[in-house]
């Protein structure tokens, strides 16, 4: 997959939709929700810098689900050049590496009728992973510490209810615990024990379809970045996280190359571009301002927004 087709973010219809959406009412009305990204975390980091860092901090909601809190952390490590740069380039093959994935191992883990019982990888494995990203201070860093309209979903199996983690409802759980409570698939890594909960991705609950039902009615303009598809109705606009024609096929194969250990050109070829266009795109973003700043200029944002 070249990579001018995987950082959409370049693409000028893709742009306008996030215009759109900015247009259409006061910023801090307005919602975005990260609806999940499969193993390839860093397919909505473009939407997200399209967004710009401003008017993600003015919205009035952030709903992130389920992988999309490591888009979410990764732009945000980036901008604070706390993010490892070569191990975020050679992401697929150390991650493969921590998990120590196997072919025969996966083989045997999912032939069996249903879906195996116990996980196929160590629950510790997914903060080994976040270790591997992030600088200490950063990784370890408490969520009360971010803005506070960010509401990350987790799914708590005691109380068998989706439950929503924010600045204010939990302000000491640092980004790998979040991270972790967001991620676990109960057939992947198990659950994360966090105090009281047992907390697993919500998107494989019983109780996804009510909770994005629920995200859904609650913004008059809102912003749905997924893996699935791009649509607009009267409220929701979807915008699909890469333009993939069989997105499902797509999620699949990325969790079975992760699992038996095959690498995945498509994943290195994203964390490669995504690279190359926050350099690209926030060197001259900072020569722009030092040059503003000589003639005590303001620049203007990248996408005007109302509100």
Not at 6 to 18: A, H, K, L, Q, T
Not at 59 to 67: C, D, P, V
Not at 116 to 138: Q, V
Not at 267 to 293: F, G, P, W
Request: net charge positive; charged share 20%.
């Amino acid at each position: 997959m070249s990579k001018d087709k995987v950082v959409n973010m370049e693409n000028r219809d893709n742009r306008d939709f996030i215009e759109k959406f900015l247009s259409r009412a006061p910023v801090r009305e307005s919602t975005l929700t990260l609806g999940g990204t499969g193993p390839n975390g860093s397919s909505q980091i473009g939407h997200l810098d399209a967004l710009g860092l401003d008017t993600l901090k003015q919205l009035k909601t952030i709903n992130i689900l389920s992988a999309s809190a490591f888009a979410y952390f990764l732009y945000s490590a980036y901008l604070e050049n706390k993010l490892k740069r070569d191990n975020y380039l050679n992401y697929d093959n150390n991650t493969r590496r921590l998990h120590q994935a196997s072919f025969l191992r996966a083989c045997i883990h999912f032939c069996r009728f249903g879906l195996p019982k116990k996980p196929l990888f160590r629950s510790e494995n997914i903060r080994e992973t976040i270790d591997m990203l992030f600088e200490d201070s950063f990784y370890k860093r408490p969520l009360s510490s971010f803005s506070p309209n960010l509401v990350f979903w987790a799914y708590c199996s005691n109380q068998q209810t989706n439950v929503p983690i924010s600045p204010i409802s939990h302000p000491d759980m640092t980004v790998w615990e979040v991270t972790s409570a967001c991620v676990s698939i109960e057939f992947i890594h198990g659950r994360y024990s966090y105090l009281n909960h047992q907390f697993s991705d919500p998107i494989f609950s019983q109780n996804f379809c009510e909770l994005r039902k629920r995200l859904l009615r609650n913004s008059s303009n809102h912003l749905y970045l997924n893996y699935k598809k791009t649509a607009v109705s009267k409220n929701v606009i979807f915008l699909q996280n890469q333009p993939i024609k069989m997105p499902l096929l797509d999620l699949i194969a990325d969790f079975a190359m992760f699992s038996a250990n095959i690498p995945n050109a498509k994943i290195k070829s994203t964390h490669e571009a995504i690279l190359s266009m926050l350099d690209n795109s926030h060197s001259e973003a900072s020569q722009l301002r030092s040059v503003l700043a000589k003639r005590k200029v303001h620049p203007r944002p990248p996408l005007i927004a109302n509100g």
